[in-house]
């Protein structure tokens, strides 16, 4: 396995944008793109992340089910947002940000 170092940018959201309806809609996400988002197993997961991933926040930051130490990547999945938290090692490795 091996990470894409590419260059590649995500944009950071407004957290009003991570709200309830958005969270309910990202429940099943790593279902809907028929992967495991997990450590051990992102580098597989990568370009998948990537194509569908519109922008991100700081996980302590949503007016719902905020998380520190995480963060919130909202996804367009057939034309619906949705959005999940990835723990920091994860987001980092899929997104080349620190």
Known sequence: MCYN???YTIPLLSADEFDWLTWLNGTDIHIK???NIR???IADCTEILRKY???YIQ???PICRPKAD???VMFLIDDVFGWTHLR???FE???NVK
């Open 33 to 35: 793109l028929g992967i």
């Open 70 to 72: 995480e963060i919130a």
């Open 39 to 41: 450590e051990e197993s």
């Open 88 to 90: 920091k090692i994860e």
């Open 59 to 61: 996980g302590d930051r």
């Open 93 to 95: 490795r899929v997104f």
């Open 53 to 55: 991933a519109v922008g």
């Open 5 to 7: 170092k590419g260059m």
